[in-house]
């Protein structure tokens, strides 16, 4: 049974920055892509970024240049990183499992999310 569980989540200012952690239970992630949403208040959860199995990233344009994720095969192998923080970032994130070309990156499972929260 796969199992996901985001943890990192927090306050943070304009600017700061944040690493979210994913703990993943379940047999063979690393042949899955892995994946990272957000859903923010009052939007539609939205795709924030994606790594193949062969390690190849894709990120929205609204975080591309602050945001960064990498994978390891380990049982924590997804690791978000959220640099400088803006004010239209505050969400609950999510991490994801899934595969890639589906277009572009289909989940199957996801975690409980995470909540990240931005304030002046």
């Known amino acids: 049974q796969v199992h996901l569980q985001e943890s990192g989540g927090g306050l943070a200012r304009p600017g700061e920055s944040l690493r979210l952690s994913c703990v993943a239970s379940g047999e063979f992630f690393s042949v899955y892509s892995l994946g990272w949403h957000r859903q923010g208040p009052g939007k539609q959860r939205e795709l924030v970024a994606f790594?193949?199995?062969?390690?190849?990233?894709t990120y929205a344009d609204s975080v591309k240049g602050r945001f960064a994720i990498s994978r390891d095969n380990t049982k924590n192998p997804l690791h978000p990183q959220m640099n400088n923080l803006k004010s239209e970032d505050p969400a609950v994130y999510y991490c994801t499992r899934g595969t890639s070309n589906c277009p572009p990156y289909c989940p199957d499972y996801w975690g409980q999310g995470t909540q990240v929260t931005v304030f002046s």
């Open positions: 790594i193949s199995s062969e390690g190849f990233t």
